[in-house]
């Protein structure tokens, strides 16, 4: 037990060795793992998931606002892009290069596809779930259909929207792993190339991704909280 | 042999074979009682063997699996208690797999033992296949390992072109690159990116220099030279495509930066030792037929005419007579 416990330990040391240190590849010839390479592939990690959430968020905000406001037509928006996310990412960006070629749009694009549904069905969710009572006050105070979207169902919505934009956050981030098969150098590199980096620079990778996901998972939770309009706050706890 | 002996191994044989194969058996004749004797190859089960355990590995292609499936098939004739685990992954996942017990044997390509296990330099393994897997077989021993005869099939890397593309840069070995190189895209595996028997090879040895290189899925790998994305990719010599399409060509490897790699079934030596004489010499039997262009046909059958590996390696058996 405790010699299981140890080696245990000396995979995580050898592995916070890769992150910090370079040495030769596992198949020779070149420098590989160190701080440099680490935070370059981070850095392209963080920003395809950037954008790739970014862009959902200015898809499914819109459309779930509308659609809640509307209340109606929930059913075929949902359905459509779920299909999005019923269909494998890598499977997706196997498709894609027939028309957009393999690399960062390609890549950005089946992201977006993953992480539009759980924004669109959260912001649906939370402008339906809105006090009609709160509604029917600000029409009454003659507010413009415009205006109620603004002014009372997003604020209202806003929890519920960065939830699921946390969601999507954390799932880009944990998907984006696969990007190297299509041209992007992400931290999964660490993981798809293991021949090259060893198992200390697998076992390196899988940390850094499970931390980063962990982070975006914090910043949105943080968001999500100070999202609450201070009315609701007194109503309900956060989140 | 007594009559009755006979009789009662032919009877052992068939019980076998239907046991084991019982999903074969459905769709075949094989129960109408025609021995196939007189084909001096056909493998027979040994009754010594019931009961023995074996469970045979592969990595994660199509080669893998059809070579899997071949020396499963072929043991389970031999009258071994066979079982598959033929998705390991990547060879250090296989390698892991063996070491820990969890496969008995799976095939691997000497030049990657070589390169991956065991720290030889691509341009020192030996070009002569007997030769590097004397020195795999002395390596595995070490680790407690038997590698045994290599197949009579070579398998490496090559940089791949559209025969249209390389007519009009008029380039046939991969030195002919030189100075045109910077104006080409090379597509490859992400691990390509920093190996020596790949892009770090064409760059120091060749002293090549692409505009870009781009790691892609290997799945992909005609794909990107099909819709004109990449210029160069990195295919492998026993891809089923290069005996069924005529448009793609290969380079050739005149500085030997790709290591040709035979496959050799890897055992673990207690294994072995449990299993008998007839484990070594049932694979050994069955990939004699594998040269270069059966395998590239048998890649074909899967990958282009999308049939399963189990029925293309069984199909296989059955036409060079190893199983009936």
Redesign the interface.
Same mark, same amino acid.
């Given at each position: 037990m405790t010699d299981l416990r140890l080696a245990f330990l000396s995979d995580f040391a050898d592995a916070l060795d890769f992150i910090f240190n370079t040495r030769e590849?596992?198949? *020779? *010839?070149?420098e590989?793992g160190g701080l440099a390479e680490v935070l370059d592939f981070t850095w392209e990690h963080v920003k395809i998931s950037a954008v790739a959430t970014g862009i959902a968020c200015g898809v499914a905000i819109p459309v779930g606002l509308g659609l809640g406001h509307a209340g109606k037509g929930e059913l075929l928006a949902i359905s459509i892009s779920n299909v999005g996310r019923a269909v494998p990412s890598?499977a997706l960006?196997?498709f894609f290069?027939?028309y957009l *070629?393999?690399?960062f749009t390609n890549v950005t694009l089946a992201l977006v596809l993953l992480a539009l549904p759980p924004i669109l069905t959260n912001t649906y969710v939370g402008v339906r779930q809105v006090d009609r009572d709160v509604i029917d006050a600000g029409r009454g105070m003659g507010l413009r259909p415009d205006q109620v979207v603004r002014r009372i169902e997003l604020p209202l919505a806003l929890p519920s929207i960065f939830g699921g934009i946390r969601t999507s956050a954390v799932n880009v981030v944990a998907t984006a792993t696969i990007a190297?098969?299509?041209?992007v150098?992400t931290l999964g590199?660490y993981i798809?190339?293991?021949?090259?980096y *060893?198992?200390d620079g697998r076992l390196a990778g899988a940390m850094l991704v499970a931390l980063l996901a962990i982070a975006v998972e914090l910043f949105f939770a943080a968001m999500q909280r100070l999202a609450v309009p201070r009315g609701l706050a007194l109503q309900q706890p956060a989140g | 042999m007594k009559r009755g002996h006979f009789v009662a191994l032919m009877a052992a044989l068939t019980m076998l074979a239907c046991g084991a194969l019982l999903a074969a058996c459905g769709d075949d004749d094989s129960g109408s009682g025609d021995s196939g004797s007189g084909n001096a190859q056909l493998i027979e089960a040994n009754p010594d063997n019931a009961g023995k355990e074996i469970t045979v590995g592969s990595k994660n292609f199509t080669e893998q699996f059809i070579l899997g499936e071949i020396y499963a098939q072929a043991l389970d004739a031999a009258g071994y208690d066979v079982k598959k685990d033929l998705n390991l992954g990547?060879?250090?996942i296989a390698l892991r797999a063996l070491k820990g017990g969890d496969v008995d044997a799976y095939p691997e390509y000497t030049s990657t033992a070589l390169?991956?296990f065991f720290?030889v330099?691509?341009q020192d393994i030996p070009k002569d296949a007997e030769q590097a897997v004397d020195e795999a077989q002395s390596q595995f021993a070490d680790e407690g390992l038997v590698a045994y005869q290599p197949t009579p099939f070579t398998s490496a890397n090559a940089v791949g072109i559209l025969k249209e593309k390389a007519d009009e840069l008029g380039v046939q070995t991969v030195s002919d690159l030189e100075g045109k190189s910077q104006d080409l895209t090379l597509?490859g595996?992400?691990?390509c990116?920093?190996?020596?028997?790949c892009l770090? @090879?064409l760059q120091?040895d060749y002293g090549l220099r692409f505009q870009k290189f781009?790691?892609?899925?290997i @799945?992909?790998r005609y794909?990107?030279l099909d819709?004109g994305?990449a210029d160069l990719s990195i295919i492998f010599t026993t891809d089923a495509q290069l005996s069924t399409r005529d448009d793609v060509v290969t380079l050739e490897d005149d500085r030997q930066v790709f290591p040709p790699g035979n496959v050799t079934f890897v055992a673990r030596q207690q294994a072995a030792e449990e299993a008998g004489p007839d484990l070594q010499q049932t694979v050994e039997t069955v990939q004699e037929g594998l040269t270069e262009r059966v395998m590239q046909e048998l890649n074909a059958r899967v990958d282009v005419d999308r049939e399963e590996p189990r029925a293309v390696a069984r199909a296989y058996l059955r036409e060079s007579g190893y199983i009936e």
């Open positions: 590849a596992q198949t *020779g *010839g070149v590989v890598l960006i196997a290069v027939a *070629g393999v690399g190297p098969l299509a041209g150098l590199d798809l190339s293991a021949n090259v *060893g198992q | 990547s060879e250090q390169t991956s720290d330099q691509p597509y595996s992400p691990e990116r920093q190996r020596l028997d770090v @090879g120091e781009t790691p892609i899925d @799945g992909l794909d990107v819709k994305q």
